[in-house]
């Protein structure tokens, strides 16, 4: 068997521990090229003498000299070169030595080393879907002009991806698909009165029923913004319409998503709830290897339960329809509110249920350009920045709707 090379964007975050967790499992198959974190460190100094990448890439050039010393005197010591910056992150999703980028980085940080990899021709494993949302265009591009493979790892475009014939590559209309259903949790509060959320906590809000992820989805997952951002990608990944995507509340996250045809037919995939399976799907694909997941047992779970969802509980999701209707940067604008409204949240400077309407005031204050260079879409992405800073200064709050 070929060993492929594998570079993680995002190693140390609950996808990339994720992905270094089923590639263990199948050391025959994969080696690791690369790894990168933001600023942990120490979990990227642990991986680093667990994995022996060649390459080790933090932000800040402070965490690369840390780094550095925890590597002295090790078995890193003349296999693992640490850099920083990025750069190097691009330098490490576009090399020639490696086969396979795991796109693990969260929000708009991941956008350039991810399209480096497409451009470079690259598996691209994507679970950064922020950089899809914000770079739609340029990214599909990317990937049809170098034979790029990109493979959605986010479990509803990749249950999508497994319930749809392999010729859907011409179009969903010639392989008679009608629609996609994307399933949604709901989130820790979809059943807690309105009135209420005005006072929910930051731990509350990262407490998601079903999964354990990095607190910017599990917030996104709590308004559902996670589900607006994945509608984009969907509409995106799938070449897919609006309007042919649909949005069901499934509390228990068993069925990931389901792809309806002409027929009447409806295909879904099935599975717990565990990262690991759509990981495995990417990473082998087209073949199947264990993923170290729980097999699902349908007696165990009982019983399936699906909900309409409630866009006056949820209006974070009519946002992103309004944005990808819109097209051109407005979903780059509506990515860039949402990580600053999140991250304001988170501390403790913006109430949760004001974060729909401080989006929609940053989407209704930067106007939409062409989104046909990444020139365009960093600047929609700065400019909204700056609006919904401005919006966050002290007092503001107040007169949000
Ligand atoms: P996380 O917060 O657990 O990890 C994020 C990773 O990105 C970390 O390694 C961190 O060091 C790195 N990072 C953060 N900011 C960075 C920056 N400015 N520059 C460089 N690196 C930076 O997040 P996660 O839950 O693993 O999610 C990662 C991506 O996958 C997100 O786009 C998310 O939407 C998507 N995703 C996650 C899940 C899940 O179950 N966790 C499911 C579907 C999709
Ligand atoms: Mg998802």
Same mark, same amino acid.
């Given at each position: 068997?070929?060993?492929?090379?594998?570079?993680?964007?995002?190693?140390? +975050?609950?996808?990339?521990?994720? =992905?270094? $967790?089923v590639a263990a499992l199948h050391p025959q198959r994969y080696r690791i090229h690369a790894l990168s974190a933001h600023r942990n460190v120490e979990k990227l100094a642990q991986q680093c003498l667990r994995f022996l990448p060649r390459l080790a890439v933090v932000s800040h050039a402070e965490d690369a000299a840390r780094l550095s010393g925890m590597l002295k005197g090790t078995e890193c010591a003349g296999v693992t070169e640490v850099l920083s910056g990025p750069k190097a992150l691009c330098q490490i999703a576009a090399s020639a030595d490696t086969d396979i980028v795991m796109a693990a980085i969260v929000g708009a940080a991941g956008?350039?080393?991810?399209?480096?990899?497409?451009?470079?021709?690259?598996?691209?494993? #994507?679970?950064?879907?922020?950089?899809?949302?914000?770079?739609g265009a340029l990214l599909m591009d990317a990937v049809r002009a170098s034979g790029a493979l990109l493979l959605p790892v986010d479990s509803e475009h990749n249950a999508v991806f497994q319930s749809l014939p392999r010729s859907a590559g011409q179009g969903l209309g010639a392989c008679g698909v009608s629609r996609i259903t994307l399933t949604a949790s709901g989130g820790p509060f979809l059943n807690r009165p309105l009135s209420e959320l005005a006072e929910v906590t930051p731990d509350e809000a990262c407490r998601h029923p079903n999964w354990i992820m990095g607190r910017k989805i599990s917030v996104d997952s709590a308004t559902m913004m996670n589900k607006g951002l994945e509608l984009i990608?969907?509409?995106?990944?799938? &070449?897919?319409?609006?309007?042919?995507? &649909?949005?069901?509340?499934?509390? $228990?996250?068993?069925?990931?998503?389901?792809?309806?045809?002409?027929?009447?037919?409806?295909?879904?995939?099935? +599975?717990?709830?565990?990262?690991?399976?759509?990981?495995?799907?990417?990473?082998?694909?087209? $073949?199947?290897?264990?993923?170290?997941?729980?097999?699902?047992?349908?007696?165990?779970?009982?019983?399936?339960?699906?909900?309409? #969802?409630?866009?006056?509980?949820?209006?974070?999701?009519?946002?992103?329809?309004?944005?990808?209707?819109?097209? +051109? =940067?407005?979903?780059a604008i509506l990515n860039a509110a949402n990580e600053v409204a999140v991250e304001a949240f988170l501390g403790a400077r913006l109430r949760f249920d004001r974060i729909?309407?401080?989006? $929609?005031?940053?989407?209704?204050?930067?106007?939409?350009?062409?989104?046909?260079?990444?020139?365009?879409?960093?600047?929609?992405?700065?400019?909204?920045? &700056?609006v919904a800073g401005k919006l966050l200064r002290p007092g503001y709050e107040g007169k949000l709707p």
């Amino acid at each position: 068997m070929v060993q492929r090379a594998l570079t993680i964007l995002g190693a140390t +975050g609950s996808i990339g521990c994720n =992905t270094l $967790e089923v590639a263990a499992l199948h050391p025959q198959r994969y080696r690791i090229h690369a790894l990168s974190a933001h600023r942990n460190v120490e979990k990227l100094a642990q991986q680093c003498l667990r994995f022996l990448p060649r390459l080790a890439v933090v932000s800040h050039a402070e965490d690369a000299a840390r780094l550095s010393g925890m590597l002295k005197g090790t078995e890193c010591a003349g296999v693992t070169e640490v850099l920083s910056g990025p750069k190097a992150l691009c330098q490490i999703a576009a090399s020639a030595d490696t086969d396979i980028v795991m796109a693990a980085i969260v929000g708009a940080a991941g956008l350039e080393p991810t399209l480096a990899a497409a451009q470079a021709g690259k598996r691209v494993l #994507l679970a950064n879907k922020e950089a899809l949302v914000m770079s739609g265009a340029l990214l599909m591009d990317a990937v049809r002009a170098s034979g790029a493979l990109l493979l959605p790892v986010d479990s509803e475009h990749n249950a999508v991806f497994q319930s749809l014939p392999r010729s859907a590559g011409q179009g969903l209309g010639a392989c008679g698909v009608s629609r996609i259903t994307l399933t949604a949790s709901g989130g820790p509060f979809l059943n807690r009165p309105l009135s209420e959320l005005a006072e929910v906590t930051p731990d509350e809000a990262c407490r998601h029923p079903n999964w354990i992820m990095g607190r910017k989805i599990s917030v996104d997952s709590a308004t559902m913004m996670n589900k607006g951002l994945e509608l984009i990608e969907a509409c995106w990944l799938f &070449d897919a319409q609006p309007e042919q995507v &649909d949005i069901v509340i499934h509390p $228990e996250s068993i069925v990931h998503s389901l792809v309806s045809y002409v027929d009447g037919s409806v295909i879904a995939q099935l +599975g717990c709830p565990d990262m690991r399976v759509p990981i495995a799907h990417a990473l082998a694909y087209p $073949e199947r290897m264990a993923s170290g997941a729980s097999q699902l047992s349908l007696a165990q779970v009982g019983a399936l339960r699906f909900q309409a #969802l409630d866009l006056e509980r949820f209006p974070a999701v009519a946002l992103a329809y309004r944005a990808i209707r819109a097209g +051109g =940067t407005c979903p780059a604008i509506l990515n860039a509110a949402n990580e600053v409204a999140v991250e304001a949240f988170l501390g403790a400077r913006l109430r949760f249920d004001r974060i729909p309407a401080f989006i $929609e005031q940053v989407l209704n204050a930067v106007p939409s350009q062409p989104a046909a260079t990444l020139a365009a879409v960093l600047s929609a992405d700065a400019a909204a920045r &700056d609006v919904a800073g401005k919006l966050l200064r002290p007092g503001y709050e107040g007169k949000l709707p």
